[in-house]
């Protein structure tokens, strides 16, 4: 069962590293303190352009190993 919570924050910095296979996966660092992990997989490609460094957003996240926060869905706030 993998439980969602929302985190509601604004994108202090955003990270695009490479994974070990050769996909590009996000990290964004968020005002609260938190950390957004942002793969392909959950949350395609074409969505990640609205996700940048002072934008504020209501992030939906799945917990995956170790705690982190995996994005599953957003909503921009305006």
Do not use: C
């Amino acid at each position: 069962m993998n439980l969602t919570h929302t985190i509601q924050a604004t994108i202090n910095n955003r990270k695009e590293p490479w994974d070990k296979n050769g996909n590009q996966y996000l990290i964004l660092e968020l005002d609260n303190g938190e950390s957004i992990f942002v793969f392909p997989g959950k949350v395609p490609a074409e969505r990640w352009t609205w996700l940048k460094a002072g934008q504020s957003a209501t992030f939906t996240v799945a917990a995956g190993k170790n705690g982190a926060n995996l994005l599953v869905d957003y909503e921009i706030e305006v």
